[in-house]
């Protein structure tokens, strides 16, 4: 089944480590997303990409860094210049064709804990 | 200025009652798309049904329902025959014209269905 895999599900980690979200995707998608959900908040867009080996800061994009390298792995370093780590973290995809209508396909979330 | 606004931060209903979930946006660009998702506790984001801004009728998919009025910038979901299943977040989500394929998220609205 094609679909969208975050892993690990749970994620804890010490105050100043860089840690690494895995996003991959086998749905054949070229745009992939990152977002970032505080609790009785929306979604918050960190970083998107639309094509291999480019992408772009979304609305909170410091302390975050991405790469895409391939068109099927969008993962996401937390580094220790976040302030505010702990947070649960969704990934998406969408297809490139029906821009304007294709809805985003999500993962099902890694939720960090910084201690 | 928030460009989804969900003011009703939790409802609940009936089992087997229909109910709607308010959403109102705000932008200038004439072409957008509005989207609704569904987040289980599990913490994954449902894709429900999506209205496009030139669409002339207002979109159903099963059991929902948009209830969009362009005037007044409102798009709200209509859930109807309420299932214990339903029981989750709901969130409404905006797409503007050239923002990519990035979706901007409300708040969100908890609902609650009552056996």
């Known amino acids: 089944d094609g679909g969208i895999t975050q892993s690990p599900k749970y994620l804890f980690r010490k105050e100043g480590q860089n840690v690494t979200l895995s996003c991959e995707q086998n749905l054949n998608h070229d745009a992939m997303y990152w977002y970032r959900q505080d609790p009785g908040q929306g979604l918050r867009l960190i970083y998107y990409?639309?094509?291999?080996?480019?992408?772009q800061k979304g609305d909170i994009a410091e302390g975050y860094s991405v790469s895409r390298e391939k068109k099927e792995s969008f993962p996401l370093t937390v580094t220790s210049a976040q302030k505010n780590p702990t947070a649960f973290y969704l990934c998406a995809s969408r297809t490139g064709t029906l821009q304007g209508i294709s809805p985003l396909h999500f993962g099902n979330g890694t939720r960090l804990t910084v201690t | 200025a928030q460009k989804i606004t969900q003011t009703q931060p939790g409802m609940f209903v009936q089992e087997k009652e229909a109910v709607t979930l308010d959403c109102t946006y705000d932008?200038?660009?004439?072409?957008?798309?509005l989207f609704w998702y569904k987040q289980p506790s599990s913490g994954e984001m449902i894709f429900l049904i999506y209205q496009g801004s030139y669409d002339q009728q207002n979109a159903t998919e099963g059991r929902y329902s948009l209830n969009f009025q362009k005037a007044r910038k409102s798009a709200n979901l209509v859930i109807s025959a309420s299932q214990l299943g339903d029981s989750a977040m709901y969130f409404c989500?905006?797409?503007?014209?050239?923002?990519?394929?990035?979706?901007?998220f409300g708040k969100g609205t908890k609902l609650s269905v009552k056996p």
């Open positions: 932008t200038s660009d004439p072409s957008y798309g």
């Open positions: 989500a905006m797409r503007e014209k050239g923002s990519q394929g990035n979706l901007i």
């Open positions: 990409s639309q094509i291999v080996n480019d992408f």
